[in-house]
Nanobody, 130 residues
Framework: QLQLRESGGGSVPPGSSLRLSCGASGFTFSSKKYCMSWFRQTPGKEREGIAGITDETTKYAKPVKGRFTISKNNANNTLYLQMIALKPEDTAKYYC???????????????????????WGQGTQVTVSS
């Protein structure tokens, strides 16, 4: 059974950096069956796709482009999100996600929407506040 587990969230002041991790089990990144994303959600709002990755490409949403970096380690089956220059508006619950709709990661200029996601982690909270 495919499982995703995020870690690395916390409360930090504006301008800080954090690195989120997502350990995956039940499948391997090297199989190329799944492509991976990070989403975030604040209360009362829909989940927002902020970064996506395949072996060939990475995609970012405008609010995070230049500040966030998505990466993955196929050897240890872990997805990462390095976040720098954090702002209060980055406060959200962050989710790791997997999709078999890898063609959308290649064809679109932004990360795929939540409608193509088949598997979610439980989320990790990031709070940016002074």
């Amino acid at each position: 059974q495919l499982q995703l587990r995020e870690s690395g969230g916390g409360s930090v002041p504006p301008g800080s950096s954090l690195r989120l991790s997502c350990g995956a089990s039940g499948f391997t990144f090297s199989s190329k069956k799944y492509c991976m994303s990070w989403f975030r959600q604040t209360p009362g709002k829909e989940r927002e796709g902020i970064a996506g990755i395949t072996d060939e490409t990475t995609k970012y949403a405008k609010p995070v482009k230049g500040r966030f970096t998505i990466s993955k380690n196929n050897a240890n089956n872990t997805l990462y999100l390095q976040m720098i220059a954090l702002k209060p508006e980055d406060t959200a619950k962050y989710y790791c996600a997997a999709s078999t709709s890898c063609a959308m990661y290649a064809s679109e200029s932004t990360p795929p929407p939540e409608t193509v996601i088949e598997n979610w982690g439980q989320g990790t909270q990031v709070t940016v506040s002074s």
